[in-house]
């Protein structure tokens, strides 16, 4: 994976740390999905796919206070699965470079998907959102 390792030397140990932190915090989620036989791409894709009510719910009413925790509950569903991915991974050994890419695919597509709907709904400026893109 050190094609895809985009940390400094001085970065990489507290990556490495905080990858074993966030491998325990989410044990036991990982069990059920190794359970349950889903793999850490499903779960990568599965992320991506909480954006899509997360974009619907902020198209339909930017400003209604319902909507907004709805969509942020999306949201953070979709931070979490990107989290559990990698964790999963590395529980079943399949950690290599081909998951590694479709985890950074989906990571910044979730980024660009998620800036171009807050700028939709108006909730972030279009012009800003564009060059965090960018």
Same mark, same amino acid.
């Given at each position: 994976?050190?094609?895809f390792?985009?940390? =400094?030397e ?7 740390s ?10 036991g989620?990982?069990a059920?999905? +190794?359970?349950?036989g889903?793999?850490?791409n499903?779960v990568?894709a599965?992320?991506v ?14 400003? =209604?206070?319902?909507f +907004?925790t709805?969509a942020l509950?999306?949201l953070?569903?979709?931070i =979490?699965?990107d989290g559990l991915? /990698?964790?999963l991974?590395?529980r079943l050994?399949?950690? /290599?470079p081909g998951?590694?890419?479709v985890?950074?695919v ?5 980024m ?6 807050l ?10 959102? /564009?060059?965090?893109?960018?």
């Open positions: 994976m050190a094609d390792n985009y940390f =400094t001085h970065e990489q140990p507290l990556q490495a905080f990858k074993r932190w966030r491998d325990r915090w989410f044990g989620m990982v059920v999905l +190794i359970k349950l889903i793999s850490p499903t990568s599965l992320g796919l909480c954006l899509v009510p997360f974009g619907l719910l902020l198209a339909l009413a930017p400003s =209604t206070p319902a +907004i709805a509950v999306f953070a569903l979709h =979490t699965l991915d /990698g964790a991974a590395r050994g399949q950690d /290599g998951g590694t890419l985890d950074m989906c990571d910044h597509g979730g660009v998907i998620v800036s171009l709907q700028a939709l709904a108006g909730l972030a400026n279009g012009a800003v959102a /564009g060059l965090y893109i960018a």
